[in-house]
């Protein structure tokens, strides 16, 4: 018989094994947010959503098992953290453009699953405050799918706690492409209707840097500080690369099933310890940086 020490029976007896890690699990995150600093917290955190299936196998479950949790819990539990720590801009990306690659049986389940949240879940978020957004070519969508979420959108529009932006169909490509688009139809509706007023128009004027992003599914919402991605992948896959130009990185082994609060914010304690210079920045800082090292 393994002997037990008599402060683990009296803790044991005290708590009982549950309360041990609750108690324990309660100081981490005590210790966690006392280490944030409400002074330098990003505006606008960008998830790319990663490892649902392979969360999914590991508990040997069937393949939507993990994109069903994230919908029906952890989605909901990000948005009121992301709201209450103050952070304004909350982006999630649920659908890349490549998705509809995956076997019917797969795709059809998770438009289920679009369906239910768009009746279980958008209501709910709205009520709390969320201004509901989306990016992406909604128009490959089931009719159904693209009214609901043209409601959700309508809705929340006069919300102000947090806006919540779902990638749904979304890639960087694809979104670049679309914009060229809509500047070059822009501009030819702008003009006169005669043939060669039309050919000018698409030909001599430059765009700008700012006049692009006015046609950007994002227009109106400040680029990603950050960008984190669950799963263990370190790239961005397409995932806003016009927005993303100044964006920290952070990229976790935790597959997004399994991403809580906790994890969020250990995101949030690496994003403050970086020093953000935009290209700029004295050379200075480099030899205080240094100075405070040592």
Known sequence: MVPISKTRL???????????????RGFDDFERKMRLSKAVLPQHVAIIMDGNRRWAAEHKLAAVAGHKKVVEEVVERLI???????????????????NWQRPKVEIAAIMQLFRWALKNRAERFIVKGARLRVIGDTSKFPK?????????????AGNTKITVTYGLNYGGHDEIVRAVNKILE???TNHESREEDKLQA???KKVTSEEFSLFLDTSGTPDPDVIIRTGGDQRLSGFLPWQSEHSELYFTDTLMPDFDEGEFDKALVDYQKR???YGGG?????QVKKRRKT
């Open 10 to 24: 009296a803790t044991d007896c005290l708590f009982g094994r549950f309360g041990i890690r609750v108690l324990v």
């Open 80 to 98: 009121d953290h992301v709201g209450h720590l103050g952070i304004p801009y909350l982006t999630l990306w649920a659908w890349n453009v490549n």
């Open 144 to 156: 159904d799918i693209q009214q609901g979420l043209r409601e959700m959108m309508e809705k929340s």
């Open 186 to 188: 822009s501009r030819i």
């Open 202 to 204: 698409t030909s001599y």
């Open 275 to 277: 020093q953000r210079r």
């Open 282 to 286: 004295a050379f200075l800082d480099y």
